[in-house]
Nanobody, 125 residues
């Protein structure tokens, strides 16, 4: 069993930055792929970024070069550093943990086993 708790969301102006954190409890954190997803009102939950246990990283196209995902296995924590934020980045951001297989599985929300409660990010124009 893994429990995930996100923090670091808030209100920021366009062009600003935020760092989200996701603290995990439970065993074997380093064996999980950790993902960040977001969900805006009226939209489906979408993949943002993921990081493997060995720190391979993956991003959706719209955040490449602006967001950086990282993890600290000693602290059981994954981070999402977000820069150059835009109003379209406004959403509830969720972290997730999973172990699965298949091509690009990390982009699929249903492949993740554990989810946090989400943290709101609002970017004003």
């Amino acid at each position: 069993q893994v429990q995930l708790v996100e923090s670091g969301g808030g209100l920021v102006q366009a062009g600003g930055s935020l760092r989200l954190s996701c603290a995990a409890s439970g065993r074997s954190f380093s064996t999980y792929v950790m993902g960040w997803f977001r969900q805006a009102p009226g939209k489906d939950r979408e993949f943002v970024a993921a990081i493997s246990g060995t720190a391979s990283t993956y991003y959706t196209y719209s955040v490449k070069g602006r967001f950086t995902i990282s993890r600290d296995n000693a602290k059981n924590t994954v981070y999402l550093q977000m820069s150059s934020l835009q109003p379209e980045d406004t959403a509830v951001y969720y972290c997730a943990a999973g172990r699965a297989s298949g091509t690009l599985w990390y982009r699929i929300a249903s492949k993740y086993t554990y989810w946090g409660q989400g943290t709101q990010v609002t970017v004003s124009s």
